[in-house]
């Protein structure tokens, strides 16, 4: 506020009661006083009503004095306008940072050579720093320091003029308080948060950039330097202007304007290499499996997913010489181990397992070398513990310190086995979501294994099709997969060995539908392309839910 002294002219200078100089309050001739140590001003007269006026309160410092603050190169200009004190407070000398409300200090900041703070006044009911100094609101900018010392010194660079204000208590309190003053600071036109150059600083700032209209708020920063202050004292105060000038528009996380990405960058193809399947209609429809993508495998019990997920997990360890994570939670490492080496030998698991003399001594010892000794195949043994956040860590453990490119998860529904059904649902989500982002941030592909709901109409041990919305447990396997296989087949028909492969979602490429013939041969116990099709889609019409819709 301008006051009437402005217009007066200067008389003399005497003694301020205010602060107790003996020379620093001078007079003018329309009955006007100004301190040139304290700020304080008003009327010789006695009429002191003016609003605004700085006015003697009890419980605060009434007796500073204002100087420079040489060592932070803050002119004593400056504290001038701010108000910015030196006292003396239980015998020791301090700074005194004046907070107001409604023109009036009600409010001090008291800050000690040790840089020990300590509030004196209503600190709860209060103004932001330097808030009183820009009463008439709006304008093109206002830009928000952490402290008070900063707040001057971005003032100082721009010679006063323009509005800068400090939260009182430093980045742990910001939100708070400027919450208080919205009304205020939405008059600007654009609002520069310029915090410290730290973690709670950078963290402060985006949080207290979410409280305004979008797009209103700019982040300054001061990097390399700690802050504003450190820079003024570097006499790096046209850098200071130059951080507030190029502070950039706030966008959460994410959010990039589609010109931050360079047409070189899209001009650059991905590093992204599809890995061929033994299944050629599944390669043409998904152009094989990748990996950072999240591929599920479903199917009634007992159809064969557990069977196709294996052998997709040995050749890509054998053919394209990959590591592979192997999780079975219902069953134990050896016999995951002996599956492995099943389908490396072409003899059934089963037969392999009572019989370990069912091959040659020398086939098996090199088959064990092929597949479980190879250095590219990882078992997990759960011990019983199915609990998912210690799952996910040993998954990422296997993707980040083991480098293995593919993971198996068998299955994703015993991972909520005896959960109470009501719990069932938000649990998949969160294991869903949790392998999602593993998938993501790891770059590690994922071979998922989950059960399906009993379905309405024709049970799926008696060939009856898979849909999405026969995943059982949460919408969420549906939504956060990549790709979804399904495999038909019914066990109760004249060709009982024979499998059908459908493609249920393929989000890159979008091919949907029926893929590959699999025929599951007895005596080798491996599920492969049926070698002679004739009708490579011979199914019979009680197998179909619907007896029209022929896999054609």
Known sequence: MSISRDKGKYLYSTSCDCCGSSDARAIYDNDTYYCFKCGDYGRTDGKDDQPGRRRRVEGLINSGWIKALEKRKITEETCQKFNYQFGIHQGQNVQIANYYKNGNIVAQHLRTAGKEFSWMGDSKNMELFGQHLWRNTGGKRIVITEGEIDCMSVS?????????????????????????????????????????????GREAAEECAALFTPGKVKIASFAPYKDANEMLQADKGKDIAEAVFAAKVYRPDGIIEGGELSLEELLKEEDLFCFDTPYPELNKM????????LTTITAGS???????????AYYLMTFHHLKIGYIALEEAVKKSALRMMAIDLNVPLGELFLNRKLVPAEDFE?????????????????????????????????????????IVLDHVSIVVSGIEVGEERRIIDNLMTALRSLVENTGVGMLLISHLKVPDKTPHEEGGR?????LRGSGSIKQ???NIIGLERNQQSDTPDIALVRILKNRLFGSTGLADVLQYDKETGRLLPKEDTGDPFETSEAQLEDPHDLPF
């Not at 998904?286 to 993508?293: C, I, P, Q, S, V």
Request: aromatic residues 10%; hydrophobic residues 40%; proline residues 3%.
């Open 366 to 406: 090199k088959s064990y070398s092929r597949t479980v000794a190879n250095d590219r195949l990882f078992l997990y043994d759960h011990f019983g513990s199915l609990e998912s956040s210690n799952l996910i860590a040993k998954m990422k453990f296997l993707a980040l310190g083991c480098g293995v490119d593919f």
């Open 286 to 293: 998904l152009r094989g499996l990748r990996k950072a993508e």
């Open 466 to 470: 898979v849909t999405l919305n026969q």
């Open 156 to 200: 100082q660079v721009f010679n006063l003029r323009w509005p800068v204000v400090s939260v009182p208590n430093g980045a742990q309190s910001a939100k708070k308080y400027l919450s208080q003053q919205l009304e205020f600071l939405e008059t600007f036109e654009e609002i520069v948060i310029a915090f410290d150059n730290d973690e709670p």
């Open 302 to 312: 007992g159809i064969g997913k557990s069977t196709l997920a294996r052998e997709l």
């Open 480 to 482: 956060l997969s990549d």
